[in-house]
């Protein structure tokens, strides 16, 4: 099974037009951590106890997380900059996608503060995942999942 191949779709988000174009982006051990005190340090850190399982898709590479392309205003900082993991390149958001060796997804995550902006969709389209069964989805998450054409 080939772990990812990227889809060449334009996705939109709605962070505004001084963000760049979002991609898929392949995190190193010190942007994992990093992405884990996220998750760990926000409201519904549904996912911490599945670390272990999210390092072994990373290391299998399965796992994916998303990024901002730089424009000029990020670069200056002339706008909040305060949704990254860290401040400067990469600009990467506190979300990720995850893969079982099914293929299928197994975890997707957003961080409640960008969340309804378009960053799990983003993720789900430039993947080339396929989506999970509908038994596997957190009722959270089934009207999300239902607008994502396959």
Known sequence: MEPCRRRSRRV?????????SLLLHDPTADEMLCL????????DSIFVCNTSTLFDDWRDGRFRTIKAAESLAMY?????TNMFLQRG??????????V????????LWVHPKIRRRGVGTALVKLSAFKKPLN???LPS???FWQRIKE
């Open 100 to 107: 079982g060796t099914s293929g299928r997804v197994d975890f």
């Open 135 to 137: 038994r596997h989805v």
């Open 141 to 143: 998450a089934i009207a």
């Open 76 to 80: 200056n900082q002339t706008i909040s």
């Open 12 to 20: 939109v988000h709605k962070f505004g037009p001084h963000i760049g």
């Open 89 to 98: 390149h990469p600009w990467i958001l506190p979300a990720f996608i995850s």
């Open 36 to 43: 884990f005190e996220a998750m760990a340090s926000s409201d």
